[in-house]
């Protein structure tokens, strides 16, 4: 093997540049420079420009191009398509004033002042048109997620950088084809049926392979990865660029792909630690330092991209703030998050640099603009959110808010993985808490057996928890039944949520719910939910909520509509609420004025009995929550019996859960009831 420069044993590239993603952005971190400067930085000095340790070969250049795509995919995948459409129309003139601002001032300047023709203008004006939600993490990580600012700045980012894109699909076909009618006409309906395959067959498609895949972890990322590729390369068929199709392939499957799932968190791991650092890197070694301090050309093209895009950027902030009549401090955090420029940017430079419009000097420019604006962004973000950060925490909290600790009393090894994943879906994202799987043994001369087995099914369920980043914690007890059990890890733990599953094979509501429930029901306040999960939870097309008169004076009453809510923007489906006029009209300003934001329907009916007509209403794809209530509280009604019978004659295609509220500890009255045998293991009945 030799060690000569540059390096082409590929086992030593690969170590390389595996080091520089490690150590680079560890480094720089420490000087409060963001990890995308770092990287790119890094990519300069050791690239045929710099060090030439690497040379940006065949292979450097196939896993910058997968990172581009990764990037443009994870854009469309995390926007949060309820809150654009809650606030569409800020959204829609933000993200318009923050695209033609920047490109109107930009193509002016570059047009008459540098003395570009038309189009390497309008290009040069749209690599700062564009951004990039580089600080989001900060604003993450501050809790300011929920301001109505940060909404509108991302649903901004959607449609800032979606009209760049067709800009730059138009530009690169009129310069490399024809510019004919009939071209144009062509070019049109080849984009049309291309955004009807991605946007409406994919979808279709992606959520009958969830089905089939729902126990291969593995397969279900290789197919998201072949739908991201597939997508693109479509893209290129009907024109365009090939990020404009991985954009759309991830707004496609948003809906189908929960923020809090082990394949959101495997999308995540794989792009932002191999291949988006690739990118950026091999971003890098396109850069010729010699050029930006030698070429006046590089050195004016680059002063003018650097002042002018926080220019403008800043100016759409300041015309935003004053016509929503957002506060001074929300100015800035939208200038913030809206001045850091990478991917469509470097998409922008690098299409055109390749079809001979931009050159090195523009180029350049480009990189210098990506590491000033990555820098202004972070740092503005920061300060901001900070005194804003200060100013939320001094506010009333919302009792509805506080942390979840979640029980998940484990009796069918087969539902673990539903009851898990659903348990995280309804965790508050504001707040890092465990989830408690429980394992209760009953104390006889078997109960060292049972615990060993006990033990060894939990792991699965930490195994699978653990890929979704969320923590998981073991919790074994040995009581006389399982009612005890469980009310013991209640007590002791601090639980403000059990999850259960239910078989819903029997009709009647003893045989049904058994004893344990009732043991739970009658001797706890915490919010109690049974659920029966049939179909793969990422495929919930809408959510059906049954509620009954007076659920507004419970008081668990903010929180299962948080939980409910949750839920839904996880899964990305729409809610009906169902329940009395009067209900409904008390529910919806609850809703609508709430975090987070869902697409909610109100649909009346007149009594609990008609709860059994809406099956006609249901597809399979609809799961059905239906808020119960404890007896003798006040939302309680003798119909609510009714409602296990119906839910197993009729729904038996249909996930649903049954929700009893949180409850005022005086509704703990009732001794708990010996259970001589609370489920069979080997039928894996549910409690």
Known sequence: ?????????????????????????????????????????AGVIVGPNGLNILQRDASIILFGTVGLLYIMFLAGLEIDMIDFKKYKTRSLIFGALTFLIPSIIGTTVFYYLYGYDVKPAILLASMFAPHTLLAYPIISRL???????????IGGTLVTDTAVLFVLAIIINSTQGETSVGFWIQMVIEMILFVIVVIWLFPKMAKWMFKQLESEKGAQYIFVLTVVFAAAFLSELAGMEAIIGAFLAGLALNPLIPHASPLMNRIDFVGNNIFIPFFLISTGMLVDLT???????????AIGIVILSPATKY???????????????????????????AAATLAVVLAGYEIGLLG???????????????????????????KMAIIESRRKPNLSDKPDRILVPIGNPKTIESLLDLSIMLQNPEHHQPIYPLAVVIDNEHAEEE???????LQEAIKHASATDNDVQLVSKIDVNVASGILRGIKELMITEVVLGWNAKITTRDRIFGTVLDNLLDNTEQMILVCKIIQPLNTTARIVVAVPLNAELERGYLRWIRSVKLLAQQLGAKVVFRGRQRTLNKLKPVVNNSKPAIDAVYVPFDKIQDFGGMQSDLNPDDMVVVISARKGTLSYNHNMDLIPRELSKNYGNNSFIIIYPEQYPQYQTVPIKPVAKAYDEEKGEEF
């Open 1 to 41: 093997m030799s060690l000569a420069l540059p390096f082409e044993d590929p086992v030593l590239i690969f170590t390389f540049v595996l080091l520089i993603i490690l150590a680079a952005p560890v480094i720089l971190g420490r000087f409060k420079i963001p990890g995308i400067v770092g990287l790119i930085v």
């Open 143 to 153: 809790g300011l997620t929920k301001n109505e600012a940060v909404t509108v700045t």
């Open 291 to 301: 050029v930006l301090f030698t070429d006046q050309t590089a050195i004016l093209v």
């Open 315 to 341: 100016i759409a902030a300041f015309i935003s703030q004053k016509l929503f009549k957002f506060t001074i401090a929300q100015r800035y955090l939208m200038f913030g998050l809206s001045s850091a420029h």
């Open 360 to 386: 090195e000097s523009e180029l350049n420019g480009a990189v210098a603009l990506i590491l000033v604006s990555s820098i202004i962004s972070s740092f503005t973000t920061e300060k901001i959110g900070k």
């Open 451 to 457: 615990i060993y087995k006990k033990h060894k099914m």
